[in-house]
């Protein structure tokens, strides 16, 4: 965009053309413009850029970039965005910024540059696309509540047989004079099955929002053993923590409450094996991950029965279970949180030896722009 508003320009003699003239050009562009000189003092704006921001704010003669940035991209991004611009030319990249009223808008930030007295004067295009970033967000959602409504059929079937079984016991035990204990007993257990369910949905759908934050790897394992340890003293299953492999130097991202849950969820769906193996043993371990845009590794392995081949692209279904007396949900929750924090979360399973369920913790995606200065 700002490449072809500079050709246009070019081709204009500005010494000879009337200023009204450069005006209504640079007016009639739907974008802010900011023209700044080679010490970063604003020479000229545009009408949509005293809209954006504010003709308090644009204040000639002054360095108001600081202004119009976030406090916590002006040590960083604004120099850097600065001097890509003055060495390469131009730049081109999405940026959050504010508005006199503190509010704050996703910009699409383009800019070029040309040789102005003793350095490099740098035109600034702005172009607020928080109305598609705002879209983006909307299918996101329509894609989460088509998930939720896919599972109203089998929340339906799932709620279905507890009711079913506890009213055909109700109407016996009532239409019988001598006392059933057995009857008791299904009611019962169909009723704290019908809690468990409805507990496990009411989690799931009230996940509240994430707040990643940077976590240094070499104290992830001892992190998620603190989490696993109530699931695992709970049963009395051996542990194991296998000594920490190669790790990558810079932190993972992601938010140790959340993900905690997904890490307890995972071990108490190792855990459940102890119904069928007697010397059950979870062992958790962390590694460097070899999955793009993802920091390191931790996995949780037990040596149980494992799963069958054709039972494996099931497993993070709503409420897909072969155990007795589960809801089938602990996966599918896990799976979700790990996903909500731009993780990834894999299983590998053989039938008769034993599953590992891997967590790959994200590294932080921000450009490097963003993150160290140039």
């Known amino acids: 965009m700002i490449k072809g508003i500079m050709d246009k320009l070019a081709i204009i003699d500005l010494e000879n053309t009337h200023p009204a003239l450069i005006s209504h050009i640079l007016d009639a562009i739907n974008s802010a413009i900011l023209l700044i000189d080679h010490e970063d003092r604003l020479l000229l704006v545009n009408s949509r850029a005293e809209m954006m921001f504010g003709k308090e704010v644009l204040r000639h003669g002054e360095r108001i970039l ?9 040590d960083i991004l604004l120099p850097n965005i600065l001097k890509l611009s003055r060495q390469n030319g131009e730049f081109e990249g999405e940026v959050m910024l504010r508005r006199t009223d503190s509010s704050t808008f996703i910009a699409l930030v383009a800019t070029s540059s040309w040789p102005w007295e003793d350095g490099q004067a740098v035109v600034i295009t702005i172009h607020d696309i928080s109305r598609l970033k705002g879209i983006e967000k909307l299918l996101k959602n329509s894609e989460r509540m088509a998930f939720l409504g896919s599972m109203l059929d089998d929340i339906s079937h ?7 079984a506890i009213g055909g016991f ?4 009532a239409a019988t004079p001598q006392q059933r ?5 299904a009611i019962t257990e169909e009723a704290i099955r019908l809690e468990g369910l409805l507990d496990a949905l009411t989690e799931f759908i009230h996940l509240p929002p994430q707040s990643p934050v940077h976590v240094d790897t070499g104290d992830i394992l001892p992190w998620a053993e603190e989490a696993i340890s109530s699931v695992i003293s709970a049963h009395g299953i051996k542990f194991n923590m296998l000594p920490t492999k190669d790790l990558p130097s810079e932190p993972a991202l992601f938010d140790k409450r959340a993900v905690r849950r997904a890490v307890q969820a995972v071990a108490q769906n190792c855990a459940d094996e102890h119904q069928y193996t007697k010397e059950l043993t979870i062992t958790i371990s962390i590694g460097k991950s070899t999955r793009q845009g993802q920091c390191c590794t931790l996995a949780i392995t037990d040596n149980g029965q494992g799963i069958r081949p054709q039972l494996l692209p099931r497993i993070f279904n709503p409420f897909f279970t072969t155990k007795t007396g589960h809801t089938g949900m602990g996966l599918t929750l896990a799976k979700r949180i790990v996903q909500e924090a731009e993780g990834l979360i894999e299983v590998d399973s053989t039938f008769g030896t034993g599953t590992t369920v891997s967590i790959h913790l994200p590294k932080d995606r921000r450009r490097e722009i963003r993150r160290k200065k140039l």
């Open 170 to 173: 109700s109407r016996r035990l």
């Open 181 to 185: 204990p057995e009857y008791l007993t």
């Open 66 to 74: 600081e202004d119009i940035f976030m406090p916590e991209d002006r």
């Open 158 to 164: 799932q709620i279905r047989n507890p009711v079913l």
